[in-house]
């Protein structure tokens, strides 16, 4: 079974900064991606940014350029950097973790609110 653990939420001003970070834990075996998603109320839960095992990575459209990704393989801990943070990134932010390549398993945390204010 795997864990996962957000933190870094929170309000900020719109043009604010936040990082959130993601501490997995567990039998975490053939890492495929791990990464984020948000979601609003009434929405469905969108793809903000994923890194995959080998390092790459991939953003919404919406983030590009003021999000990014990065990985501590050695804490298991992912971390999403947010920039020039906007009104409409206001969302509950969830981690995600999928192991495997052909059996995919994916393991999400709780999540964590952000909340960009105008």
């Known amino acids: 079974q795997v864990q996962l653990v957000e933190s870094g939420g929170g309000e900020v001003q719109a043009g604010g900064s936040l990082r959130l ?3 997995a834990s567990g039998s975490i075996v053939s890492l495929n ?5 948000r ?4 929405n469905q839960r969108d793809l903000v940014a994923t890194i995959t095992s080998g390092g ?5 459209d919406s983030v ?5 990704i990065s990985r501590d393989n050695a ?8 920039n020039s943070l906007k009104p409409e990134d206001t969302a509950i932010y969830y981690c995600y973790l999928t192991l495997g390549m052909s059996n995919l398993r994916t393991y ?3 999540g964590t609110q952000v909340t960009v204010s105008s």
């Not at 991606?33 to 998603?37: A, D």
């Open 21 to 23: 970070s993601c501490e």
């Open 33 to 37: 991606s791990l990464g984020w998603y």
């Open 39 to 42: 979601q609003t109320p009434g």
């Open 56 to 60: 790459t990575t991939n953003f919404a």
């Open 64 to 68: 590009k350029g003021r999000f990014t």
């Open 75 to 82: 804490k298991n801990t992912v971390h999403l950097q947010m």
């Open 108 to 110: 999400w945390g709780e």
